[in-house]
């Protein structure tokens, strides 16, 4: 492939922006850096803004106050690469195998931001653009976009738009054009369980001092009745359930149960009665176990009582649940079933709110006769279960709800070894840019 627009895909994915991990704290400035000069070739206003995080990149064309202003969102930042030995081809070493480009953050998100970016390039060698357009892209999506409100309050008036666009998320099926236009909220937590004051010989101690290990599991166990509901008190008080035409939307996803079973490798679905898994992903709240330690995990056995346990949980939202709300209830439920002999330390991580666009109102309907006029057929309008936590500042702030413009497959493996993004999508996503500025100006 020596399309000179896949060669720098590549390029992009090569540098190892990973946000959750302090070592990368220098490929994090390399790859705003990146960004900033692919942006100033393109002839744009371009800036990388330090904050308390990683650097943010604001590009923007030159502002004619005749035509609107359409802003997009990105990140440059990706999820850990680990673990490492699954990967065919390693994750930021990108190869392209059967028309997709396989690499950490070739899908999210570096493949999509940059079809936006090449989108807009390719228009402006055209010329003039139909709208005036803001790149803002940041660098902590992964980890909850802790500086970025802040940073657009500091630049409210430069950051004045008229529409907010962004590819982050997942076509419903290969290939079909799909506005997302629900995303659940989020709401991380991590408890440590700590027990005896040092590692224990489980035979000198065992049935006299409680276990952490044990204690965990208990705790983690009584999130969940057996039907796949959650069970802390109040969780479900704030949740909106959906509407009649929600239900039939689900029922016409392309997206089938079969099909989710499938990219998932499981031969069963589980989940809260009552719900298809496409209802389920986009329009319940849910709690997961994101990652459990405690004791040896070496090779062979070991006989020790360990001294603490831990765990992280992110609970997923759905309008109008609170992330601090959640956060609460969840402590609460926590410190109630504590057994003795344990001490718990509770630490509320990042959150986001749920997220909602009505698909039919007239930016809703301009981002669907984009998706029609590229992809040839009418976008399928879904709910997601994946979280993009700016966007509820995005309202507040800028004063504008985003469209979301899936470019993602929906076998992307977003945040697994393998994740990859088919060249084909982010050529469509070069023309779907174009197309949607069209759309906007209007
Ligand atoms: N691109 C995803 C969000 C997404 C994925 C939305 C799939 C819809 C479908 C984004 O990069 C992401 O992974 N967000 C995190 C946010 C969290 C770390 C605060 C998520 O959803 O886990
Ligand atoms: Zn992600």
Redesign the pocket.
């Known amino acids: 492939m020596n399309d000179p627009r896949v060669a720098e895909l590549l390029e992009f994915v090569r540098i190892p922006s990973v946000s959750a991990q302090s070592e990368h704290a220098g490929d994090m400035e390399r790859c705003a850096d990146w960004l900033v000069s692919k942006l100033l070739r393109m002839g744009l206003d371009v800036r990388k803004e330090k904050t308390p995080g990683n650097p943010v990149v604001l590009g923007k064309t030159a502002r004619d106050p005749a035509k609107k202003t359409v802003l997009i969102y990105g990140?440059y930042d990706?999820?850990p690469p680990e673990p490492l030995e699954l990967w065919t081809t390693p994750p930021f070493d990108p190869e392209i195998r059967d028309g997709r480009v396989y690499g950490r953050g070739a899908s999210?998100?570096k493949g999509q931001i940059l079809a936006h970016i090449l989108g807009v390039e390719e228009a402006l060698s055209e010329g003039p653009l139909p709208v005036n357009v803001i790149f803002l892209i940041e660098g902590e999506?992964?980890v909850g976009s802790a500086h970025l409100a802040e940073f657009m309050e500091k630049h409210r008036a430069e950051l004045a738009c008229d529409a907010i666009a962004i590819s982050?998320t997942g076509m419903a099926a290969e290939g079909h054009p799909t506005l997302s236009y629900a995303l659940r909220g989020i709401a991380a937590m991590e408890v440590r369980v700590y027990g005896p004051s040092h590692d224990l010989h489980s035979g000198i101690y065992g049935g006299a001092v409680a276990n952490p290990a044990t204690a965990a599991a208990r705790l983690i166990a009584s999130l969940h009745d057996s039907t796949g509901r959650v069970a802390i008190d109040g969780f479900y008080d704030a949740v909106q359930p959906m509407q009649d035409w929600e239900r039939i939307a689900a029922t016409e996803s392309p997206l089938s149960d079969a099909a989710i079973a499938e990219q998932a490798g499981v031969t069963e679905l589980f989940g809260e009665s009552g719900y298809s898994a496409v209802e389920r992903i986009g329009a319940r709240p849910t709690a997961e176990i994101n990652g459990i330690g405690s004791g040896y995990q070496g090779e062979g056995s070991k006989t020790v009582l360990p001294a603490e346990a831990t765990f992280k949980i992110t609970f997923r939202l759905v309008a109008n649940q609170k992330p601090e709300t959640i956060l609460a209830l969840a402590r609460q439920h926590f410190e109630k079933l504590c057994p003795p002999g344990i001490r718990l330390e509770i630490m509320d991580g990042h959150g986001g709110e749920p997220f909602f666009l009505n698909p039919r109102g007239s930016q809703g309907a301009a981002a669907c006769r984009a998706l029609e006029s590229v992809f040839g057929k009418k976008p399928a309008l879904t709910r997601e279960g994946?979280s993009i936590p700016i966007l509820a500042d995005f309202e507040k702030i800028l004063g504008h709800t985003a469209l979301l413009l899936a470019l993602a497959s929906p076998d992307c493996r977003?945040?697994s070894p393998n994740e990859n993004f088919p060249v084909e999508n982010f050529l469509t996503g070069i023309r779907l840019n174009k197309a949607l500025l069209r759309e906007l100006a209007g």
């Open positions: 990140h990706v999820q999210d998100n999506e992964e982050d994946g977003a945040h």
